[in-house]
């Protein structure tokens, strides 16, 4: 008989588009993203008990190095919002926010989910090609986080 571990993975992506002031898309990226070792630690403590916050927000930035497992924090945060929506679907979690105007405005090339509106727990980050948000903009993001098993 073979014995076989299983492991739980964690992975997502994410939905950005910014509107121009007249509410006309500019730009649309979409692109995967990191669960980080806080996050799977976050994951891991809320299948215990529910003692760690929620994921109430996200943030975006414009640092440009590599998501590492060892992340906890943006790498230039721009702006960070409360999520506007957060879903369960089986096996995923989408959030859903809102950056209006004059909020995460700039070279946008980072995003992150977190339990709180400084600091707090990072979930995931990920890094991307630059998405222009100009402070007339208004840029909405869509991350769902699929829970799943590997081996």
């Known amino acids: 008989m073979m014995n076989t571990v299983e492991k739980l993975n964690a992975s997502g992506r994410l939905n950005i588009t910014v509107f121009d ?3 006309n898309v500019k730009d649309e990226a ?3 993203n990191l669960v980080v070792n806080s996050g799977l630690a976050f994951i891991a403590s809320r299948m215990k008990d529910a003692t760690a916050s929620v994921m109430s927000h996200m943030a975006v930035g414009s640092g440009t190095a590599a998501a590492a497992g060892a992340n906890t924090a943006l790498g230039t945060e721009l702006g960070r ?3 506007t ?3 369960v679907v089986g ?3 989408s959030y859903v926010a809102t950056f209006g105007p004059g909020t995460g405005t700039g070279a946008v090339t980072e995003a ?4 709180a509106a400084t600091d ?3 979930l995931c980050r990920t890094v991307f090609p630059v998405v222009n948000k100009e402070a007339t903009d208004t840029m ?3 991350w769902t986080i699929t829970i799943g098993a590997g081996a």
């Open 21 to 23: 002031s007249a509410g």
């Open 30 to 32: 979409v692109v995967k």
């Open 112 to 115: 992150g989910i977190f339990n």
């Open 91 to 93: 096996n995923e979690v």
């Open 81 to 83: 919002v409360v999520l």
């Open 140 to 142: 909405s993001i869509s």
């Open 120 to 122: 707090g727990t990072m």
């Open 85 to 87: 929506s957060t879903t």
